[in-house]
């Protein structure tokens, strides 16, 4: 299950400006960033559920809108309140993409 | 009439009245006014007498008398209708456009078009260049009437700047 969704992320975007960079210099190939980018994307998904422990909640004001499509659910939210123990993080407007979590999907 | 031929054409206003009779057993035996005169229609499939096309007369000058069709608009009518709007469509975009050109004209000299935008000079906030982004994987997503749950996982957040990470997330959001 190796996602491509967590290039848009800053580690993910910084990562690709910096290849694109490199491409630009000469100093490295296109296909070489591609591999880099899909290594990038095996270490994230392997990384994430192994290394992270942090569990949080949020309460939105609104959900303004959903939308379920190729099985992927995005919403945007308003007036946001993500929640971890004591620390509190508030947000008017919050975008939330999220791919299936099974077990059993596919690289995307 | 059988035999004769069919007079006025496509557009005639010649009305004929025409009468179906006959009897629930199939006879047809009715006295007849002297002007009518009955045909035999060749489409009953049954024997002579048990069922006829009765003409009653022809328009205007026959014994019945025509209601309908009198004051009907013919498709001459309709054609002239539709010229004058053609017409009254075309002096209605000449005046438009000839509208909207002084309007241009007279507005590059009065004010900037764009003077009734809507622009908001502040920011909200100090984030506006943030979209605050998570980006998980769904482990359900349950709705009931416009109440929505959230079991998220895995995800990055960058709110306000700022990178998160979380390893599951619940979430509660009307709609």
Same mark, same amino acid.
């Given at each position: 299950m190796?996602?491509?969704l967590y290039r848009n992320t800053t580690l993910g975007n910084t990562l690709q400006e910096t290849l694109d960079e490199l491409i630009q210099y000469g100093q490295i190939t296109p296909q070489l960033a591609i591999k880099i980018l899909l290594l990038f994307d095996k270490s994230i998904n392997n990384a994430l559920p192994s290394r992270v422990r942090s569990r949080l909640t949020f309460?939105?004001?609104?959900?303004?809108?959903?939308?379920?499509?190729?099985?992927v659910w995005t919403f945007m939210l308003n007036d946001v309140e993500f929640r971890e123990v004591q620390e509190v993080a508030k947000v008017d407007k919050v975008k939330i993409v999220a791919c299936d979590g099974k077990n059993t999907e596919g690289k995307v | 009439m059988e035999g004769e031929e069919c007079s006025g054409g496509h557009y005639s206003k010649e009305r004929y009245t025409i009468l179906f009779l006959t009897f629930a057993n199939g006879k047809l035996e009715v006295s007849l006014p002297k002007t009518g005169s009955i045909m035999q229609s060749n489409n009953v499939a049954t024997s002579s007498n048990t069922g006829g096309v009765l003409v009653l007369g022809k328009g205007p000058t026959g014994m019945v008398r025509q209601i309908d069709g009198a004051d009907d608009s013919s498709d001459d009518d309709d054609d002239d209708e539709d010229e004058d709007d053609d017409a009254e469509e075309e002096e209605e975009n000449?005046? +438009?456009d000839e509208e909207e050109e002084e309007e241009n004209e007279g507005g590059a000299e009065e004010e900037p078009l764009n003077s009734e935008d809507d622009v908001s000079d502040e920011d909200?906030?100090?984030l506006f260049d943030t979209d605050?982004?998570?980006?998980?994987?769904?482990d359900k997503i349950t709705r009931s009437r416009n109440k929505w749950k959230f079991y998220l996982k895995d995800g990055i957040m960058n709110l306000g700047? +700022?990178?998160?990470?979380?390893?599951?997330a619940n979430g509660d959001a009307e709609w």
């Open positions: 190796t996602y491509q309460k939105a004001g609104r959900l303004n809108t959903y939308r379920f499509c190729d099985n | 000449d005046e +438009k909200p906030t100090d605050n982004v998570v980006v998980c994987q769904y700047g +700022k990178d998160f990470v979380f390893q599951r």
